[in-house]
């Protein structure tokens, strides 16, 4: 389990001022008075159907299914969740905190309104250039966020990381009412079977910066105008590639802060 200072048990505490990433000493988790968020462990996470909700000490989830896909808690200390898609093309699975029946989030890029994102993870890929995965921020939506056969991303309002069929690279998107900006973060930010700590921090509506393993990445900015407005939500993507073989995304936490 790789816990934040100023966070326990996916609650927060009252404690302020503790650093949030340290390569990076302006951005601090202000008191309990000050920000909101979430922080969430993945600690007993279950299988369940498609289209059903997750409990989880952050919130309830929703789980879609395309094709087949299965949700465990992931045989891992500390707690994650583990999604494994089947072996065949375009099957896969996500999970988005809050309702997306309904729609709306709680985490609104807005001036003024500085938003931190981070997640430990690992793609758990076992082929070259056939893998979809997403990771981020999205306006809750009851449909794949992960468009099939590695095409264009189709869903408006969204900033996080994807790599998709024919990639082997991290890109950063942000996108703003369908008014689309996907920047390739280079070799630097592989997408392999190992544990990666990615995030991003929202100044208000004017920038994005991109932090692979905490460390800035300069191809990661998006344009301010493909900053979304809208309420926004933590998502998870997964699906698998034409090529025949199960895929794999494990997520030890996810945190969001913004400021109120």
């Given amino acids: 389990m790789n816990r934040q200072p100023g966070y326990i048990d996916g609650r927060r505490t009252r404690v302020g001022g503790v650093p949030l990433w340290g390569p990076v000493p302006d951005v601090l988790i202000p008191g309990a008075m000050e920000a909101y968020g979430i922080f969430e462990d993945f600690i007993g996470v279950e299988d369940i159907a498609a289209n059903n909700s997750l409990c989880l000490p952050s919130g309830a989830w929703e789980y879609l299914i395309a094709g087949a896909c299965t949700l465990i808690q992931h045989d891992l200390a500390g707690g994650a969740v583990l999604i494994t898609t089947a072996a065949a093309d375009n099957n896969g699975g996500q ?70 069929d024919t990639e082997v690279n991290w890109s950063f998107v942000g996108d703003n009412a369908a008014a689309q900006d996907l920047n390739p973060l280079g070799a630097g930010c592989v997408a392999n079977n190992a544990w990666h700590t990615i995030g991003f921090y929202v100044n208000g509506v004017t920038d994005v910066s991109v932090y692979y393993d905490r460390v800035l990445v300069a191809a990661g900015a998006v344009l301010t105008a493909n900053i979304p407005v809208l309420g926004l939500m933590p998502a998870i993507a997964v699906k698998a590639g034409a090529a025949a073989g199960l895929e794999t995304i494990a997520v030890d936490y996810i945190m969001c802060v913004q400021l109120r």
């Fill in 95 to 164: 999970i988005i905190m809050g309702s997306v029946g309904a729609g709306g989030g709680i985490f609104f890029p807005a001036a003024g309104k500085h938003l931190w994102f981070e997640a430990r993870i690992q793609a758990g890929v076992v082929r070259a250039a056939e893998f979809n995965y997403y990771v981020g921020l999205i306006n809750p939506v009851a449909a794949d966020i992960l468009a099939n056969n590695g095409g264009a991303l189709i869903q408006p309002d969204m900033l996080g990381f994807v790599v998709r």
